[in-house]
């Protein structure tokens, strides 16, 4: 490997790790598109890269989320036994898929997630929290607060509709193992939108479930020999700075902005991967 291309695999890391710990993406979303678009990899095997990507951004995001205490240790957990299992099972299954098939389905999978939050930046209510009680999240203890470091203010909040929250995160961990993208934007969906968790703190507690996730599948795509060495180290080396870098930014953003990055990220994307999937290469 030419040191050229090794700094342009940091690079990738650094900016995968940035974007992912900002968004509570895992840094897949950036990875996987990349190495298939750019590099021409095959994309099992840029589907096993993007798992030790999704790892080290949660590792590097994590430490500094639970120090600012926006990690709600609780729901991630509970919802980490859903989105495991789901994992483990998409990653046992993605041999069965033809790399078009992949391709098409992450593709679509980005866009209606860049569709749900676009719907939701435009919603003046988004970002309103419920006022009640859920009684199995109350049972489960499941509700917390957080420091809004913008807002400067403490920002208490009660968890909603838990059993809906666990279906989809059953199926963000079966994307997780299949596509070997972290599913960050499917935890992100189920904790802000459907259980009424604040952004922020879902955002930050997507990445710490991500890294769970994909340990459960990367052993997986280890012995399967689709993991490269010389692919995945020094992208993992971008990927902890990157992730402690954005770590310490996304605190001090606003919502609007959060979503304004989101959006044209997983929908440029998206858009790139559903037009692989028909043959047409880009680069």
């Given at each position: 490997m030419s040191?050229?291309?090794?700094?342009?695999?940091?690079?990738?890391?650094?900016?995968?790790?940035?974007?992912?710990?900002?968004?509570?993406?895992?840094?897949?979303?950036?990875?996987?598109?990349?190495?298939?678009?750019?590099?021409?990899?095959?994309?099992?095997?840029?589907?096993?890269?993007?798992?030790?990507?999704?790892?080290?951004?949660?590792?590097?995001?994590?430490?500094?989320?639970?120090?600012?205490?926006?990690?709600?240790?609780?729901?991630?957990?509970?919802?980490?036994?859903?989105?495991?299992?789901?994992?483990?099972?998409?990653?046992?299954?993605?041999?069965?898929?033809?790399?078009?098939?992949?391709?098409?389905?992450?593709?679509?999978?980005?866009?209606?997630?860049?569709?749900?939050?676009?719907?939701?930046?435009?919603?003046?209510?988004?970002?309103?929290?419920?006022?009640n009680d859920d009684a199995l999240a109350k049972k489960l203890n499941l509700d917390s607060n957080y420091y809004d470091k913008l807002e400067q203010k403490t920002v208490s909040y009660h968890i909603q509709r838990v059993p809906f929250g666990a279906l989809i995160m059953f199926g963000a961990g079966f994307a997780s193992g299949l596509l070997g993208i972290g599913s960050g934007s499917f935890k992100v969906f189920a904790m802000d939108t459907v259980m009424k968790m604040p952004l922020k703190p879902s955002s930050a507690t997507s990445n710490f479930m991500m890294g769970v996730t994909a340990a459960a599948s990367a052993l997986i795509y280890f012995f399967n020999g689709t993991l490269q060495p010389l692919i995945v180290a020094p992208i993992a080396v971008g990927i902890i700075f990157g992730s402690t870098l954005g770590s310490r930014i996304m605190p001090h953003l606003p919502n609007k902005v959060l979503r304004s990055i989101f959006i044209p990220v997983v929908m440029i994307a998206g858009i790139q991967l559903v037009i692989k999937a028909f043959g047409i290469n880009l680069y």
């Open positions: 040191l050229t291309l090794l700094a342009i695999y940091i690079l990738i890391g650094v900016l995968a790790g940035v974007f992912g710990a900002v968004l509570g993406l895992g840094g897949g979303v950036i990875v996987t598109p990349i190495l298939v678009l750019a590099f021409n990899l095959p994309i099992h095997y840029a589907i096993a890269a993007s798992i030790i990507a999704v790892i080290g951004t949660s590792s590097g995001a994590s430490v500094a989320y639970l120090r600012d205490d926006l990690l709600n240790i609780r729901v991630a957990m509970f919802l980490e036994i859903f989105t495991t299992i789901g994992a483990l099972i998409g990653a046992v299954l993605v041999g069965v898929f033809k790399a078009s098939w992949l391709n098409a389905f992450f593709g679509l999978l980005l866009l209606y997630q860049g569709y749900t939050m676009w719907q939701k930046m435009h919603n003046k209510k988004s970002d309103q929290l419920a006022s």
